[in-house]
């Protein structure tokens, strides 16, 4: 049974460093043919891919955002963080983490339940 | 502004099918058969429906269906039942930018 759940801050500063984790269990990065990705979703709704990490570390950033973020994964303990630096209000969103097989149509089968991140002063 | 477009409503009659598009480009939705849709209802996570076009991951009615014509992909649901009421979202690999989706389709059962 493949599940994921988000976890960090639910009230960060303008122009501070967000830190997300997201722990998944049900799979592994270092054995399986998948990756794990960060998607946005702003208070209008739109949904916004931000990040990915696949096997062997290979990293995939949007590239509107790419000189914000970082993802980084820790394989022993089934975690993967995203960093977003510089935050803006604009940024106020519910930061998700999903599960992307590797060989199958670039989709997100499984999601995490998602975090409210709130950017204000 | 979100790179696929959809219209941002979209409604039918239970029993009736609706068929929601999702419009890109030949550099995402025209140029690879990786068009995905999501089901969202409130305070939930999306729910994959639709990916690779036309397929449907398991436990996916078959009241759901996807297709896709040029840059142009279209999601129709048949057989409207009232649960069917949700957020609909289309995604798609684009190459370069990699994964984009579109702004999202409010389908109303009346």
């Known amino acids: 049974q493949i599940t994921l759940k988000e976890s960090g801050p639910t009230l960060v500063k303008p122009t501070q460093t967000l830190t997300l984790t997201c722990t998944f269990s049900g799979f592994s990065l270092s054995t399986d043919r998948v990756a794990v990705g960060w998607i946005r979703q702003t208070p209008g709704k739109a949904l916004e891919w931000l990040a990915l990490t696949c096997c062997d570390d290979d990293k995939r950033f949007n590239p509107s955002l790419k000189s914000r973020l970082n993802i980084t994964q820790d394989t022993s303990k089934n975690v993967v963080v995203l960093t977003m630096t510089n935050m803006d209000p604009v940024d106020t969103a519910t930061y998700y983490c999903?599960?992307?097989?590797?060989?199958?149509?670039?989709?997100?089968?499984?999601w995490g339940q998602g975090t409210l991140v709130t950017v204000s002063s | 502004q979100s790179a696929l477009t959809q219209p941002p409503s979209a409604s039918g009659s239970p029993g009736q099918s609706v068929t929601i598009s999702c419009a890109g480009t030949s550099s995402d939705i025209g140029g690879y058969d990786f068009v995905s849709w999501y089901q969202q209802h409130p305070g939930k996570a999306p729910k994959l429906l639709i990916y690779e076009v036309s397929k449907r991951p398991s436990g996916v009615p078959d009241r759901f269906s996807g297709s896709k014509s040029g840059n142009t992909a279209s999601l129709t649901v048949s057989g409207l039942q009232a649960e069917d009421e949700a957020d609909y979202y289309c995604?798609?690999?684009?190459?370069?930018?990699?994964?984009?989706f579109g702004g999202g389709t409010k389908l109303t059962v009346l």
């Open positions: 995604s798609s690999y684009a190459g370069s930018k990699y994964l984009v």
């Open positions: 999903a599960h992307f097989p590797i060989h199958g149509g670039h989709r997100f089968d499984y």
